[in-house]
């Protein structure tokens, strides 16, 4: 369990209601497709009509998505034009889709480990080979095990 503390210990005297990063997160996020392109953005998908093949949705959905992903700053357009076509858009990665994939990589592992299926998919380190895993660690560097989390108010300014 994660310790809320200080202020927040006393569950109520307030509200993550609109305040959460995590309730955030999820109204951006939040769908299935959008998740799904980001794991493509990562795995090198540029094309619009790669995404919608890969993750199996529409043109219609796959320009919505692709859309808000660009519009949060996760994915940027970037013209490209091929020999004997016209001018197009592919979409890649910002340092903010960097950034959030070890939420994608998180869900991965989560699935692996607890949902049925065979799961030969693994995440691997290709610096030696071994299997990587999300972690959590501080600022320090010390691995943060579930019972040592906690949740405190930042000090402003």
Same mark, same amino acid.
């Given at each position: 369990m994660t310790l809320l503390q200080g202020p927040l210990a006393? =569950?109520?005297a307030w509200s993550a209601v609109g305040e959460c990063a995590i309730e955030k997160t999820m109204a951006l996020v *939040? @769908? /299935?497709? +959008?998740?799904l392109i980001m794991r493509e953005a990562y795995y090198g998908t @540029?094309?619009?009509d790669d995404f919608a093949r890969r993750v199996g949705i529409t043109k219609a959905a796959t320009s919505a998505r692709l859309s808000e992903l660009v519009e949060l700053g996760l994915l /940027?357009?970037?013209p490209y034009h091929q020999p004997g076509q016209r001018r197009r858009e592919e979409y890649v990665l910002t340092e903010a889709g960097i950034d959030f994939m070890p939420v994608?990589? +998180?869900m991965f592992e989560w *699935? =692996? =480990?607890?949902?049925? *299926?065979q799961h030969r998919l693994r995440l691997t380190h290709l610096g030696c080979g071994a299997d990587a895993e999300v972690q959590l660690r501080c600022t320090e560097g010390h691995l943060v095990p579930p019972d040592e989390l906690g949740v405190r108010l930042a /000090?402003? *300014?």
């Open positions: 006393d =569950r109520d *939040g @769908t /299935k497709s +959008a998740m @540029t094309r619009f /940027k357009r970037q994608v990589w +998180a *699935g =692996r =480990r607890h949902l049925p *299926g /000090k402003s *300014g």
